[in-house]
């Protein structure tokens, strides 16, 4: 997904939103998301949204073949950077990621899954802004639409600047979820 920052800087791009379905039972789930410029790829294939069958252990299958995650790339939109965020140095950028993630909401297949693509982006400059966009800020940029209805849903999408020297910022505060019943988790996060 490729978002425009409100504040003029390049242009960003998102990679590797996805979506995790706990239902309480095998589910039959329509999930749509609509970023605000369109798609860029899917998988499997979204056409008018995805129809899948659901099941507790995070299983998503689609068309007789089984998926860990619903992936999506595209356009975004504008949005203006948090000003709230951390200073991670690059040696401990690992620990950081294991800590936050698990005060946001996430397991630890989610949390894996999202160390494992964002930390190699992670390892050049000696320190880090990072952010962490919630449901409401995802929302905005695209729109989820999940039916039936979920009980819990977690949106979180990392934007970070690589930094050569640390910088003063505001501390984000994070509260972390309650996972009940129907759980829909999407991650993804922003490339400068």
Known sequence: ??????????????????????????????VKVDPKGGFT????????????????????????KEY??????GRGGLYQTPEK????????VHQFLVEKLTQLGLNKQESFDFIEYWEPYMKDA?????????????????PLEVNPQPDTIIRILMDF???????????LEIKTPTRNGFTVVEWGGVKH
């Open 126 to 142: 000696p320190y880090y802004f990072v952010t962490f966009m919630d449901n409401e800020a995802l929302d905005a940029l695209a």
């Open 85 to 92: 965020g951390f200073i991670v140095e690059r040696n401990n």
């Open 1 to 30: 997904m490729k978002f425009e920052n409100a504040a003029f800087q390049p242009q960003a791009e998102c990679a590797k939103p996805a979506i995790y379905l706990y239902p309480t039972a095998k589910t039959q789930v329509s």
């Open 41 to 64: 790829y899917t998988d499997p294939e979204y056409g008018n949204g995805w129809e899948v069958t659901a099941y507790p252990d995070g299983k998503i299958v689609v068309d007789g």
């Open 68 to 73: 860990p995650y619903l992936f999506w790339e």
């Open 161 to 171: 600047e690589p930094l050569e020297k640390p910088k003063h910022v505001i501390g």
